[in-house]
């Protein structure tokens, strides 16, 4: 069965801090998309990446970067120099693509918290 | 372009009403999806459609609840009767190409 595991619950940083947040998956399937998606205070649900599972080149978008390893089933999300804005809870979900399956599997999500 | 429009956003409403639930998806988009966040479970998929066809209601709760497509610009997700325990935060996404872009979210609070 697809699993996704956000290991950390609540992570609290001060301002100008790195900060990583983990995500473990589990899927017996060879193609597949992985995401992350923010969630603020405001509620909404936002979304910030798709990496589909032939692709492992790391990617980087401003303050924001995606370390993806097949070898361990991990999609890790690293915020470089944490500002009191990206307070959120951040989910990382999966996809499958086969059978035409279109649902997401989302982890618990990781709170973070970034304090002036 | 305008993303997924949800209303109304907030909802309060006594046990045993009809509550409905709205969704305008994303222009051109085939997937439509209604998820369910709690504290208690996180985000549940209750229900998605493809090209206006449900695919898959295993997420639905129970009979209370039933959902309709009946165009590419419009669904409804129906709870009747409510109770308190139906009280969350509903959201509603729309894809084309495996990424899911969600509404703000309707807020319902069954008293």
């Known amino acids: 069965a697809q699993k996704v595991t956000q290991a950390q619950t609540e992570i609290s940083v001060v301002e100008k801090e790195d900060v990583t947040l983990d995500c473990v998956y589990e899927?017996?399937?060879?193609?597949?998309?992985l995401f992350w998606y923010k969630q603020p205070p405001s509620g909404e649900l936002v979304f910030l990446i798709r990496?589909?599972?032939?692709?492992?080149q790391n990617e980087i978008s401003g303050r924001y970067s995606w370390n993806f390893q097949k070898s361990t089933s991990s999609f890790n999300f690293t915020i470089t120099a944490s500002q009191v804005v990206d307070s959120a809870v951040y989910f990382c979900a999966l996809t499958l693509t086969q059978g035409g399956s279109e649902k997401l599997v989302f982890g618990k999500g990781t709170k973070l918290t970034v304090n002036p | 372009d305008a993303g997924v429009i949800q209303s109304p956003r907030h909802e309060v409403t006594e046990m045993g009403q009809e509550v409905t639930l709205r969704c305008k998806p994303i222009s051109g988009h085939d997937y439509l999806f209604w998820y369910r966040q709690t504290m208690m479970r996180g985000l549940e998929l209750l229900i998605y459609f493809n090209n206006n066809v449900p695919i898959d209601d295993s997420g639905m709760p129970e009979d209370r609840f039933s959902a309709k497509m009946p165009n590419a610009s419009f669904s409804t997700l129906k709870i009747q009767p409510s109770e308190p325990r139906d009280s969350a935060v509903y959201f509603c996404a729309s894809s084309l190409l495996e990424t899911q872009y969600f509404g703000p979210g309707t807020r319902l609070l069954v008293l």
């Open positions: 990496r589909n599972s032939f692709d492992e």
């Open positions: 899927t017996r399937d060879t193609t597949y998309y």
